[in-house]
């Protein structure tokens, strides 16, 4: 039976890239796959669309609506363990990324230093990197940004063939909360925050509700902590008002650098009072000398924390007499030179709950089924210098960089750029040019992930095994006229597989991921049950991943733990140069709520997204506490000054409440110089990462990156912010006729109120002609 025109269209309009299996109708039992030409004829849009399951880049499971092969929308996968059904705001921008229009179209090549790049085929450039591997054998180096899974097992075994290495890089790493979680509970993953079933929460530094480690996860739980009959009670100390503090009963306004202190005062108080069961006491002060926890006592701290007596006691009453409780902190508690002290106090806090192991607490997380990498984090700053010393020494060979942007990443002191320039081969994997892309000798366009297979072990994981997958839901679109596709990208590992030829095992990212799922399926055990491991496959791939509720952890409580206090040690904060007017801050960066890194820095929807605390979109601000803005004659909008002992950078200030007086606070992952980043990132804003000065955390060599003092002061003339929310003085302007907003004065009738509101706005609407 021949297939019709008519037939093949029915077809086309309702299926895209998934496997559609036919009988005797004509056409071969692999894949029907749709194109999305760019001019899309009217009369192949049918209106009907298809949802598929697949894993962010991020880690989240999202399901994506396609219609005629194109990516619509992409939405929460309500099945997925990690976020039930909700999704970050990042989540939405793979679109755009899909469809950018300055996207990497082809492979590039540049031939020699300061020439421009110009497009080679594909056959060409893996011709190239199959050979700069090769001899870089024993000096080859993978970059990428933090992966896990399949990804990180594949990218691993390459980089083995070759007797290279694979390194991980994070602007922001999270080794400082690896370290101490190591060292108090032994366990080599992050563990699982019952937030939801704990009645008292204390949270140190680390914006959980923003972008700390998994914030979609933490906000669903934090809606179930918020919602029964007891609501839940919540303390937040931190610097500055992120959105996590602004969610908090309680908001503890701690000094950069002693979080670890008010947490060792939280606990004099609660071992003093004997507010807690005998046996927990003990398991906390069995490495404590006896008297020296009451040199924490809170009146003899209180001056440097920055915390009240009253507080600090009414936190311990709290935490300890309100449980279950539970303790937890990372970002700029853990970015100091004392680090590992600050994050080693707050976790031992959960000892003295008595909730290790226990509902409302802190629970352990098992190793990744199948062997699979569970855990990854940015290699420290340490050893990063190392790292680049090699490269510029020329030791290193050949560089391949995915994901990250080390231009753009680390502080302008180690010179990144200037390494690369060393290395003779430098590939790098993007969608868009960025920074480190300036100084690479091929440029290799990768896709983007709603295009690839892959598997992924989330962390931090729920308390169980989880496995997400995933799978490519769309094609590449076509021109509409030559057919050719617009953006000949291809997958990262599937380039690094071709390129090792016999050295790895695995012919493919997709092999790879049906060959794991087969011995998941072996196991016969989990979320998917089917007679065959082809349709535990095609389960897997609706559900958008596999878990085992019942595959958890060893949670027993340590009987004792070291000293929290051991390490005690107050921050160590940069120098300021001498002789320049100013006033001295601490500054504190932060990640953008939608640019988060700066890796979506490309996409318009990223730079549109109003930061929920400020409301400003599409630039770089400078949050400085009002009443110390006012003192120095600064207003919002005013262009300021912010340098360090390695450089400058020229920002507006956002005067407000929300912060300490002595902290300013930038957001990172703007500052993409001119035709880098795209057209949406390029000449905007300030990179703020640039100018840190290279303090580490003492135990682990870590960037601390909030340990850097800078010198602030106006650099002359303002600029109203590209904001939704205007100054106190907007607030009150009298509301457009029409919209429920009254201003009654004493007196007045709502009616009398309403003419002369009506009055004032016909006033404002002419003074504005």
């Excluded at 958890?552 to 005690?568: E, F, L, Q, V």
Aim: net charge negative.
């Amino acid at each position: 039976m021949k297939l019709s025109r008519r037939e093949f269209m029915t077809l086309a309009g309702g299926s895209t890239v998934g496997a559609v299996i036919f009988t005797a109708c004509g056409v071969p039992a692999d894949e029907l796959l749709v194109e999305a030409p760019l001019d899309l004829p009217e009369d192949l849009v049918t209106g009907i669309d298809s949802w598929f399951a697949t894993t962010d880049d991020s880690g989240l499971g999202v399901i994506v609506r396609v219609m005629e092969g194109r990516a619509k929308k992409i939405a929460g996968n309500p099945d997925y363990p990690i976020n039930l059904g909700k999704h970050a705001v990042h989540s939405d921008f793979a679109l755009q990324a899909l469809y950018h229009p300055d996207r990497v179209e082809g492979p590039m090549r540049r031939r020699s230093a300061g020439q421009a790049l110009v497009p080679i085929s594909w056959d060409e450039a893996n011709s190239l990197l199959a050979q700069w591997m090769t001899d870089a054998d024993g000096s080859l180096a993978i970059v990428t940004n933090p992966i896990r899974g399949g990804d990180a097992r594949i990218a691993g075994d390459v980089a083995s063939a070759f007797n290279g290495r694979l390194m991980f890089f994070d602007p922001l790493d999270q080794g400082v909360l690896h370290e101490a979680i190591k060292t108090v509970f032994r366990q080599d993953r992050i563990p699982e925050f019952d937030i939801a079933n704990a009645h008292t929460v204390l949270s140190f530094g680390g914006d959980w509700l923003g972008t700390w480690l998994s914030p979609v996860r933490y906000s669903t739980k934090y809606g179930d902590f918020r919602g029964g009959e007891h609501r839940g009670f919540m303390m937040h100390a931190e610097s500055r008002m992120s959105i996590t503090a602004a969610a908090a009963d309680r908001w503890l306004t701690v000094n950069p650098g002693y979080e670890g202190d008010l947490a060792i005062s939280i606990a004099s108080v609660i071992v003093k009072e004997k507010l807690v069961p005998e046996a927990n006491i003990s398991a906390y002060t069995a490495n404590i000398p006896e008297g020296e926890l009451e040199k924490w006592a809170p009146e003899l701290v209180t001056d440097k924390i920055g915390v009240s007596v009253e507080r600090i006691n009414d936190a311990a009453h709290k935490f300890a007499g309100e449980g279950p409780s539970i303790a937890f902190g990372g970002g700029s508690a853990g970015a100091q030179t004392n680090g590992v002290f600050n994050l080693t106090a707050i976790y031992a806090l959960n000892i003295l709950a008595g909730t290790v192991g226990k509902k409302g607490g802190i629970q352990f997380n098992p190793a990744g089924p199948q062997g699979l990498p569970d855990s990854a984090t940015g290699a420290s700053f340490e050893v990063w210098e190392k790292e680049l010393s090699h490269w510029r020494a020329g030791n290193v060979k050949t560089v391949i960089l995915r994901g990250v942007d080390l231009v753009h990443g680390l502080p302008r002191s180690v010179d990144a750029g200037g390494a690369l320039d060393s290395v003779d081969n430098v590939v790098v994997f993007s969608g868009v040019l960025d920074e480190s892309s300036a100084h690479a000798n091929l440029i290799l366009p990768e896709n983007s992930y709603l295009e690839n297979w892959g598997l992924d072990v989330p962390e931090p994981a729920p308390g169980y095994e989880v496995v997400g997958i995933r799978q490519p839901v769309v094609n590449a679109p076509l021109d509409g006229d030559t057919r050719a596709r617009l953006y000949d990208s291809r997958n990262f590992l599937d380039t690094l597989i071709q390129a090792a030829g016999s050295r790895v095992s695995v012919n493919s990212v997709k092999e790879f991921v049906e060959d794991t799922v087969a011995d998941i399926f072996s196991d016969g055990r989990g979320s998917v049950t089917a007679g065959d491991a082809r349709l535990f496959m095609n389960g897997v791939l609706q559900r958008g991943g596999w878990w085992d509720v019942d595959a958890t952890a060893s949670t027993g409580s340590p009987s004792s733990i070291p000293s929290p206090i051991a390490k005690a040690a107050g921050p160590g904060l940069s120098d300021i140069e001498e002789r320049v007017e100013g006033h001295v801050f601490t500054l504190v960066p932060f990640a953008h709520q939608s640019l988060l890194d700066g890796r979506n820095a490309s996409t318009p929807w990223a730079q549109a997204t109003p930061d929920p605390i400020t409301t400003v979109a599409w630039s770089t601000w400078a949050e400085i506490n009002f009443d110390k803005a006012k003192e120095m004659g600064i207003s919002e909008g005013q262009w300021i000054k912010v340098r360090t002992t390695v450089g400058e950078i020229t920002v507006q200030a956002y005067p407000h409440p929300g912060i300490s007086p002595d902290v300013i606070g930038i957001p990172i992952g703007q500052g993409h110089k001119k035709e880098i980043g795209g057209r949406y990132a390029e000449d905007r804003g300030e990179n703020v990462l640039n100018i840190l000065v290279d303090k580490k955390e003492s135990e682990t060599g870590a960037l601390a990156w909030a340990a850097t003092r800078v010198v602030v002061s106006k650099s002359g003339g303002k600029k109203e912010f590209p904001k939704f929310e205007g100054d106190a003085k907007d607030i009150i302007r009298p509301a457009e006729h029409g919209v429920p907003i009254l201003i009654i004065e004493p007196g007045q009738t709502a009616h009398e109120a309403e003419e002369h509101n009506h009055e004032l706005h016909l006033r404002f609407i002419s003074n504005d002609e």
